[in-house]
């Protein structure tokens, strides 16, 4: 199984950024997929989730703001991001949860490559 987050960066509050997960040996139609983030010195949350139906759903703080999609041909997530703030800025992983409903929930693979988005003037 491969979890290969990218696509972030420094961006100014206000602003907006698209992550990508890239994933093999995942099925999107069998599986919750989701974007959690750490921040420092905090444990990692989930963010936004989605699950086999195409259900998803968002942290209180993202309501609004992020919105998750999939490929399921080319089986990468995504996360478009906007009215970027100082708070959103951590370490964004994606992976499956075993629940997409609970703040912290247990997840079906190892962790892979996150992406670091920084928020700041």
């Known amino acids: 199984v491969q979890l290969q987050a990218s696509g972030g960066g420094l961006v100014q509050p206000g602003g907006s950024l698209r992550l990508s997960c890239v994933t093999s040996?995942?099925?999107?139609?069998?599986?919750?997929m989701a974007w959690f983030r750490q921040a420092p010195g905090k444990q990692r949350e989930l963010v936004v989730g989605?699950?086999?139906?195409?259900?998803?759903t968002h942290l209180d703080s993202a309501k609004g703001r992020f919105t998750i999609s999939r490929d399921r041909a080319k089986n990468i997530l995504y996360l478009q991001m906007n009215s970027l703030n100082a708070e959103d800025t951590a370490i964004y992983y994606c992976n499956s949860p075993y629940s997409i409903t609970i703040k912290f929930p247990g997840v079906r693979f190892p962790w892979g490559q996150g992406t670091q988005v920084t928020v700041s003037s």
């Open positions: 989605i699950n086999a139906s195409g259900y998803s």
């Open positions: 040996g995942i099925s999107f139609r069998e599986n919750a």
